[in-house]
């Protein structure tokens, strides 16, 4: 009685909607040359995810030698030889400026490569899929079952069968979120934690939510994140030109497609056919489910499996294969005008993705390399801005902060530039006699001290003159500097 | 809800059946993710009843069945954090405050404790920066009452200075005019003189040796022949450039004739030992200390 019908719906019923209800997938094992390339990237990729947090890296007495590690109680960040401290986190926006130039550049050069062989969601998915495929069977199988499960036929085996698959994907979901904690603190104590129910809570929520993220977003929406809730296919849809290689049906290859029979037959009455015997391989390999002759597409995630189905086809049938493979549609216009195919990897696009990566990550090396291992801050007293003491002297006091990046403790002076005659004078401090007194910063330390600058008496100053902080390492000679201001009452 | 079930023309949607001056309400019920959102909401409050405090009472409140009360959990913390200091503090109360600077570590942890003490309850007279105000000493500066040493500072602190602790800085500026031990004209007389020692400007015409015979007969006991002062009595150096009530010749003349005796309060009774170290060492750290 509450039958619901849109006005929208009513005018418009010959559009598609906007979401269409999911149907399942059951794509079908398939085996060839972008099927090995998925095995061992995959392999790379979950392998390097797993195993990096017990890499181990030497890095002296009292650091962490773990080679990677996010240090979020002490603020720290360490990539093998490099340790990031919390100011500079514009290391990390370079690095994520390196990784959109390089998903631009792929993207420029092979269509969608990130998204076929690299994104978690895919090796993931990939993965979960094939733990389905060894328990549940392939595609006629897993279809026949899910009919019969669907019409209330749920046998023992099934049970058995559904319990197995979901056991083991919670267990790689399970896996997944553990490593992840790993990255966060030293990974041999804290398996040993986990195990023996000691680590922090914060582990196991985080333990959980990775868990669970993953058995859903691998285990059941799977190709919906890529077509529905993933931003990237709509931004390289907009960011590709006519000569990226794209996982592309030769239509001019294979059509008409038709049957081997049929194609046969007309071939004997002199009509042109394709290669495409129409089997449908292409599609039941799809892990989006979609049909690549029907063109270029959103849902394509660009893995290639089609590629392989169908090249198995067109050896089967003695034909050459690659009737789906990277190519563009510029190379089939020109195909079918009788011209020669051309590829064209190197052109202004691609030059200068390439020289912006090159220059980005230059520029950080470079920063990486000269960055100071020594940095003073200096913060103003605001209240009282500048004391007059007894004599007529004026005086301003300051927090300075220092910052010892290098791995051993080191001893500095604070000397300040700006006004003559200026007295320095380090709280707690006893090498006070001298203008420059000496302070030691322990190794990969702060240090925060409360100076007191006092200006000569009979000296005429303005209302604010600057000052320089300048902090040199004793040793090195290394120095840091910062500007701030003196002020008169 | 009548059975009414009239389809609107426009719409295709049924109709509830109500109707208000010829409008009639769509049925167009909501979707059902968001009805089962609000149930979950409407469950979730009614555990939440359950679990944590939540209904008054006429005596009282639920108390939840987890026990949870805002005010124990402020106290476990305030217990875990005096457990985390815990020894960092008990070196704090026995160690010689002389000390606590030699420490960086010590020093930061006494400035950062005596920097909140000082905020509750010294700033409401002397600033929150101690930068002082009339009659209220500048911390910051070096001109110091009762003496500078950090040591003098935690004494000044713990008994304070005419607080009626037995222990307390005593000595007052007598009220030279009022009392009638000076004349209103002598009073101006000494006055300029007292301007003189710090380099200020004195009245035209003014009599320098009558007020310097002055000055010797009446003030120099306690401010010392030279006007240098003393910290003994807590009698102000004359001679340099800080005036605790103003330097200019009215304030000057008020002073004499009616006196001053500020009072800084006793903080013996009220803070524990450690919280006077720790605000004697901020305060010396504010950089006046000598
Ligand atoms: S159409 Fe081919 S390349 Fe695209 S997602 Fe499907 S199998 Fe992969
Ligand atoms: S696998 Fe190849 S031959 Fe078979 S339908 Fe697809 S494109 Fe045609």
Known sequence: MNKLTRPSELEKATEAPLYAARKQVYPQSVSGTFRSIKWRLMAVCLGIYYLLPFVRWDRGIGAPNQAVLIDLPNRRFYFFFIELWPQEVYYFTGLLILASLSLFLMNALGGRIWCGYLCPQTVWTDLYYAVERLIEGDRRERMRKAAKAADGGVTLQRMYEVTAKHSIWLMIAWWTGGAWVLYFDDAPTLVRELLTFQAPVLAYIWIGILTFTTYVLAGFMREQVCVYMCPWPRIQAALTDEWALNVTYKYDRGEKRTSLKKAAELRALGERVGDCVDCRQCIAVCPTGIDIRNGPQLDCIQCGLCIDACDSVMEKIGRPNRLIGYDNDINIQRRMAGQPEIYRPVRPRTIAYVALIAGVGAVMLYALLTRHLLDVNVLHDRNPVAVRLSDGAVRNAYTVRLLNKHSTERTVTVGVDGIPGLKVHVIGNDSNGSDRPSVVIGKDQTEELRVLLTAEPDIRLDASSPVIFRITDVGSGEIATARDNFVTP | ?290
Request: proline share 4%; hydrophobic share 40%; with cysteine.
């Open chain 2, 1 to 290: 809800m009548s059975d009414h079930t009239e389809i609107d023309a426009v719409s295709g949607t049924s109709t509830t059946g109500h109707e208000w001056d010829g409008i009639k309400e769509l049925n167009t019920p909501l979707p059902r993710w968001w009805l089962l959102t609000f149930y979950a909401t409407i469950i979730w409050a009614v555990g939440y009843w359950v679990v944590y405090p939540a209904w008054p009472m006429i005596s009282g409140y639920t108390s939840g069945v987890l026990g949870y009360s805002s005010r124990a959990s402020v106290a476990v913390d305030l217990a875990n954090l005096e457990k985390l200091r815990g020894a960092k503090m008990a070196v704090l109360a026995t160690i010689p405050v002389g000390d606590i600077e030699k420490d960086p570590a010590l020093l930061a942890l006494a400035r950062a404790r005596g920097k909140a003490a000082f905020g509750d309850n010294c700033a409401p007279c002397h600033g929150t920066g101690a930068a002082g105000a009339k009659g209220f000493p500048n911390l910051n500066d070096d001109d110091w009452l009762w003496g500078g040493k950090i040591e003098q500072i935690m004494q000044t602190i713990e008994f304070g200075a005419r607080s009626g602790h037995a222990k307390a800085h005593e000595g007052n500026m007598l009220a030279f005019g009022k009392d009638g031990v000076l004349k209103p004209d002598e009073i101006v007389t000494v006055a300029n003189y007292v301007r003189s020692l710090s380099g200020l400007p004195t009245r035209q015409g003014y009599d320098k040796a009558k007020g310097e015979k002055i000055f010797a007969d009446n003030c120099a006991a306690c401010h010392g022949a030279d006007g240098k002062g003393n910290q003994e009595l807590g009698a102000p150096n004359l001679t340099d450039k800080i005036w605790l009530y103003g330097s200019d010749e009215a304030t000057v003349i008020e002073t004499i004739t009616n006196g001053r005796g500020g009072v800084m309060p006793s903080w013996a009774s009220r803070l524990d030992a450690p919280t006077i170290k720790a605000l004697a060492v901020y305060v010396h750290s504010l950089g006046g200390g000598k």
